[in-house]
């Protein structure tokens, strides 16, 4: 049975470690087409819909701390499966947008500009490294590693967090140069 069970967990962290790194380069690769796919103008609506999630996203990762708290198991894993869900989702959006939308750049002048690019910056930058926390946080609260997923989880979740509220800083800061 643990000949098993360690051939599991190699599966497991292999598909893990592929995703944290196809992920991120999978989106560099998307992003960096240059000829845009016309899906209509519904896709102009996205990045406020990404607002939305990324907000949502905080909330959520908020109400698992409180249950979990709480010791309430249950309320916090239907909480960070959530935020995990709308992650995923968010994913997929952000993607579309950028397939089917040229990057708005930032009209910003004086000390907000820098202060933009901070945040930019270090949401993208702590965006990727945060997938492998969150599939491996994830992979051990369903597998039931729970002392695993305590010990990565005081990683992910500031990680995660930040990422989510740096998202909608950002989105408040770029939407008045949205073109539509």
């Keep these: 049975m643990q000949t098993v069970q360690i051939v599991e967990e190699r599966k497991a962290n292999r598909i893990i470690n592929i995703l944290s790194i196809a ?3 999978a989106v560099a690769v998307l992003l960096g087409i240059r000829q845009k796919v016309d899906l209509g103008d519904w896709t102009t609506f996205l990045p406020h819909l990404n607002a939305v999630i990324n907000s949502l996203t905080s909330v959520l990762l908020l109400i698992g701390l409180y249950f979990i708290k709480q010791k309430n198991i249950a309320g916090h894993r239907v ?6 869900t709308l ?3 968010f994913l997929v959006s952000y993607v579309l947008y950028h397939l089917t939308n040229e990057s708005t750049p930032f ?3 004086g000390w907000i500009r820098p202060v933009y690019y901070f945040l930019l910056v270090s949401h993208i930058v702590l965006s990727i490294v945060v997938v492998w926390f969150v599939l491996r946080a994830v992979y051990y ?3 039931g590693q729970i002392a695993q997923h305590k010990a990565v989880v005081k990683w992910a979740y500031p990680i995660w967090l930040y990422v989510s509220i740096t998202g ?4 408040f800061l770029i939407a008045p140069y949205y073109n539509h």
């Design 107 to 109: 009209g910003g002048q």
């Design 87 to 89: 992650g995923s989702v």
């Design 141 to 143: 609260a369903i597998s």
């Design 79 to 84: 909480s960070m499966l959530s935020a995990f």
């Design 23 to 25: 992920i991120p380069v």
């Design 168 to 171: 909608v800083i950002v989105y």
